[in-house]
């Protein structure tokens, strides 16, 4: 299986549901949360276990993905499960500079400084590393429009 980490707002109805659909025609089970599923302060058990039982993830980075505290909590997630399983994750870089996600700058940075003033310092740090590891790793840029 595969575990699409994005933020809805930015990219559900573009970039996600092409991929995602054509993941599927191509015979590879696909998860992508929808809106119905509950949001809350952690990570649905339903969600959580769709992350441990993927072979693959692949992360979607937009331009507001790191102000979504929900995203930041799948992609540490999908870290313990790389470290731990050997997941395969594949950072897709949509409409954002790779060096802005990996360096924390423009909208990330904004992002953390709100994080840090609502959350422990622990969990930000550990949101932090978790976005900095994935976005080191080789992926596709693909630029706006």
């Known amino acids: ?24 025609q191509k ?12 949001r809350g302060e952690s990570i649905s058990s339903e969600l959580s276990k769709a992350i441990e039982e993927s072979r693959f993830a692949i992360v979607i980075f937009s331009r507001e993905y790191a102000s979504s505290t929900w995203c930041l909590k799948e992609l540490a997630k999908i870290v313990g499960c790389r470290k731990e399983k050997g997941m395969t994750v594949l950072p897709v870089f949509y409409n954002v500079d790779p060096s802005h996600v ?9 992002a953390f400084v709100a994080h840090e003033e609502r959350f422990k310092i622990e969990e930000v740090k550990e949101w932090r590393d978790a976005l900095r590891e994935v976005a080191n790793i080789a992926g596709w840029t693909i630029p706006a429009e």
């Open 102 to 110: 990996r360096n924390q700058k423009e909208t990330f940075a904004k």
């Open 1 to 24: 299986m595969c575990f699409l980490s994005f933020r809805g707002e930015d990219t559900r109805y573009q970039f996600t549901d092409h991929l995602y659909h054509a993941l599927n």
């Open 27 to 38: 015979g590879i089970c696909t998860f992508r949360d929808d809106d119905k599923l509950q």
